[in-house]
């Protein structure tokens, strides 16, 4: 009993090791052969093949271009994709507390939009945050198969709506939400985010 424990130890160790860590052969008790850790079937995602080289991966050149990951140059204004992107940022510097009524009945929050634009213009809108709901609410019905890549909005809260950390944290979460919004090609040239900005 006591001899097969080390054994089965090891083999433990050795199936919950990553892949690519090498495993030093381990020797039992009794000084039998050492025991040494499987050939891994697991091969480097194309796109880790030039920060991590494994020897018992071969990867041609051919699955590289097809499969990686690349970075790309956006300034080049000669592709087609790149002139879909025309925002260079975007941020909610802050707010105004719209009064309803002198009781504060039906009082409501405009958020104040600045754009910067990759020509290096500006422009400047001021939105509610139903505005905001009703956005993300269009582009998911235009791009339905994109909802990874619109982060939730921020969320609503009756009692807290105008208290300063609420206000702040939702400044953020909009500001955030606008930028992923804008700066992918695939929703900065979307007739949905041109009503949204222009209307």
Same mark, same amino acid.
């Given at each position: 009993?006591?001899?097969?424990?080390?054994?089965?130890?090891?083999?433990?160790?050795?199936? *919950?090791?990553?892949?690519?860590?090498?495993?030093? /052969?381990?020797?039992?008790?009794?000084?039998?052969?050492?025991?040494?850790?499987?050939?891994?079937? !697991? *091969?480097?995602? %194309?796109?880790?093949?030039?920060?991590?080289?494994r020897?018992?991966? =071969?990867?041609?050149?051919?699955?590289? @271009?097809?499969?990686?990951?690349?970075l790309?140059?956006?300034?080049?204004?000669? +592709?087609?994709? =790149?002139?879909?992107?025309?925002?260079?940022? !975007?941020?909610?510097?802050?707010?105004?507390? !719209?009064?309803?009524?002198?009781t504060?009945?039906?009082?409501?929050?405009?958020?104040?939009?600045?754009?910067?634009?990759?020509r290096?213009?500006?422009?400047? !809108? #001021? &939105?509610?945050?139903?505005?905001?709901?009703?956005? #993300?609410?269009?582009?998911?019905?235009?791009?339905?198969?994109?909802?990874?890549?619109? /982060?939730?909005?921020?969320? &609503?809260?009756?009692?807290?709506?105008?208290?300063p950390?609420?206000?702040?944290?939702?400044?953020?979460?909009? @500001?955030?939400?606008? =930028?992923?919004?804008?700066?992918? /090609?695939?929703?900065? $040239? @979307? %007739?949905?985010?041109? +009503?949204?900005?222009? $209307?």
């Amino acid at each position: 009993m006591n001899r097969a424990a080390p054994a089965k130890h090891a083999a433990n160790h050795i199936c *919950t090791t990553p892949p690519e860590t090498e495993i030093e /052969p381990q020797h039992n008790h009794n000084n039998a052969s050492p025991i040494t850790s499987p050939t891994s079937p !697991v *091969t480097s995602p %194309p796109y880790w093949v030039h920060a991590h080289s494994r020897n018992f991966s =071969n990867i041609s050149v051919e699955s590289i @271009s097809s499969g990686a990951i690349t970075l790309q140059d956006n300034t080049d204004e000669h +592709d087609v994709k =790149n002139k879909a992107c025309w925002a260079k940022g !975007v941020y909610i510097e802050d707010f105004v507390v !719209v009064n309803g009524s002198r009781t504060g009945i039906g009082a409501f929050v405009v958020w104040n939009v600045t754009v910067e634009t990759l020509r290096g213009g500006t422009m400047r !809108v #001021r &939105k509610r945050y139903s505005e905001f709901d009703d956005l #993300r609410s269009r582009l998911l019905q235009t791009f339905p198969l994109s909802e990874a890549a619109m /982060p939730p909005l921020p969320p &609503k809260s009756v009692i807290s709506k105008f208290r300063p950390k609420f206000l702040e944290q939702r400044r953020v979460g909009l @500001s955030y939400f606008l =930028n992923c919004i804008l700066l992918n /090609p695939e929703f900065s $040239c @979307s %007739p949905v985010l041109k +009503d949204f900005l222009f $209307c």
